[in-house]
């Protein structure tokens, strides 16, 4: 059973910095043939992707975070991460980690793409003016 679990939310003043963690465990494929990604979701609003990883490292941003926001990945832990900086009181969500098989002849997932199949708990961020 697939396990996701996020940490590292908080709350800061808007410009400054915090990066997410997503712990994955219960593959039952290698944690490197997954595609990973995170998403947001705030109050009263539809939940959003903010940045996906693929199986070979391409990644893909919303437009709202570019620049901004990086997502990376340490396969030998299995954990998953979003630095955020310049954070802005618009960022404040509850953030969720994703994951969905990948394979070498579909290695990427869009930013766009909703349907995920594995879902963390999700870990609140709040930004304040």
């Known amino acids: 059973q697939v396990q996701l679990v996020e940490s590292g939310g908080g709350s800061v003043q808007a410009g400054g910095s915090l990066r997410v963690s997503c712990a994955a465990s219960?593959?039952?494929?290698?944690?490197?043939?997954?595609?990973m990604a995170w998403f947001r979701q705030a109050p009263g609003k539809e939940r959003e992707g903010v940045a996906t990883?693929?199986?070979?490292?391409?990644?893909s941003y919303a437009d709202s975070v570019k620049g901004r926001f990086t997502i990376s990945q340490d396969n030998a832990v299995n954990t998953l991460y979003l630095q955020m900086n310049s954070l802005k009181p618009e960022d404040t969500a509850m953030y969720y980690c994703?994951?969905?098989?990948?394979?070498?002849?579909?290695?990427?997932?869009?930013?766009?793409?909703?349907?995920?199949?594995?879902w963390g708990q999700g870990t609140q961020v709040t930004v304040s003016s």
């Open positions: 219960g593959w039952g494929y290698t944690y490197s043939a997954y595609c």
């Open positions: 990883i693929g199986i070979h490292g391409r990644t």
């Open positions: 994703a994951a969905r098989r990948c394979t070498w002849s579909s290695p990427y997932v869009s930013v766009s793409d909703p349907n995920w199949r594995y």
